[in-house]
């Protein structure tokens, strides 16, 4: 049994209220592509960061409120000017994302049960 982390998000400094174990993210390290040069029997690799991909984000579900959604529309509107924080229960892990902004196109499911997904993209992570 592994312990999970519990992560509390905090877009523009509103305490956000998530489904449970529905949040993902990632740090925007961006990837890495490894060649292989030779020189008669000798190997060497060669390494490069693809910037292009160096892009910070994640996701998570929320239910579907008056609430919830008036929230969300005041961050598509703040298009490249939020700031996300996730958290865990104990502050060891906070991760800020900066210059985040809404980038799907949020389908609202309506009911008793409705709930929508948030993705983000930001700069990476520091």
Known sequence: ??????????????????????????????????????????VFHCDTKDLSTAISGG???????????????????????NTVQILNETGTLALNFRQAKVSNEIEFEVGADGKFTVEFNALPVL
């Open 1 to 42: 049994m592994s312990n999970g982390i519990n992560a509390r998000v905090i877009f523009n400094n509103d305490n956000v209220k998530i489904i449970a174990n529905s949040l993902k993210f990632k740090t925007g390290n961006g990837e890495i592509k490894t060649e292989v040069e030779v020189f008669g029997s000798e």
């Open 59 to 81: 996701s998570f579900d929320m239910r579907t409120t008056i609430e919830n959604y008036e929230m969300v529309r005041v961050w598509i509107n703040n298009f490249n000017n």
